[in-house]
């Protein structure tokens, strides 16, 4: 069965700081598809990124970074030197590639990054 | 970048009335889905629609819920006779394609509440 876990539901720092948000994943499939979604207080879903199972390379977008481990079955992102506008909820989720073309979402992490 | 349009942004109903939820995807897209998110909980799949019929649908998206695309640019979910339970943000979403990595675009939500 398909599962994401953000274990952080919560998570508070100050302006400038770096923070990592934590993603973990199970499927069987070998093909899989991961992605970051952004939910500011506005509520709107703003995709951040996608990474299919076969790229394991890192990636940054500016202040953005995310680091995909397959041997940990982890996605994580990070934000470096962190403002108020990244304050909202951010969800990890999961698609595989054949049986369906549903997003499996985590419980999201809320994000509050304070002046 | 293109949008999927979503109205209304709010809306309020009784126990047992029936309501409908529109949405306008971005015009070149084939794959059509809703997603459901309960206040403070993760976003969770309802169903998703291709070429005029269901593909797949959830547990959730019972006998008291259906969906269609009554013309060539809406899609709509009814829920027949609404449960206190129904109350959440609704989400619209579209696709180009199926494959798994392919960007999901979501609208920006309609809020149901019952009462």
């Known amino acids: 069965a398909q599962k994401v876990t953000q274990a952080q539901t919560e998570i508070s720092v100050v302006e400038k700081e770096d923070v990592t948000l934590d993603c973990v994943y199970e499927t069987r499939d070998t093909t899989y598809y991961l992605f970051w979604y952004k939910q500011p207080p506005s509520g709107e879903l703003v995709f951040l990124i996608r990474r299919n199972s076969f790229d394991e390379q890192n990636e940054i977008s500016g202040r953005y970074s995310w680091n995909f481990q397959k041997s940990t079955s982890s996605f994580n992102f990070t934000i470096t030197a962190s403002q108020v506008v990244d304050s909202a909820v951010y969800f990890c989720a999961l698609s595989d590639t054949y049986n369906t073309d549903k997003l499996i979402f985590g419980t999201g992490t809320r994000l509050q990054v304070f002046p | 970048e293109p949008e999927v349009t979503q109205t209304p942004s709010h809306q309020v109903t009784q126990m047992g009335q029936e309501v409908i939820l529109r949405c306008v995807p971005i015009?070149?897209?084939?794959?059509f889905y809703w997603y459901r998110q309960i206040l403070g909980q993760k976003v969770e799949f309802l169903v998703s629609?291709?070429?005029?019929?269901?593909?797949?649908k959830s547990e959730i998206f019972d006998d008291q819920f259906s969906v269609e695309r009554p013309d060539g640019s809406n899609f709509t979910l009814k829920i027949r006779s609404t449960k206190l339970e129904d109350s959440a943000m609704y989400f619209c979403a579209s696709r180009r394609a199926r494959q798994g990595g392919e960007k999901l675009f979501f609208g920006s939500g309609t809020q149901l509440s019952v009462l």
């Open positions: 015009s070149n897209h084939l794959y």
């Open positions: 629609f291709y070429n005029n019929e269901i593909s797949e």
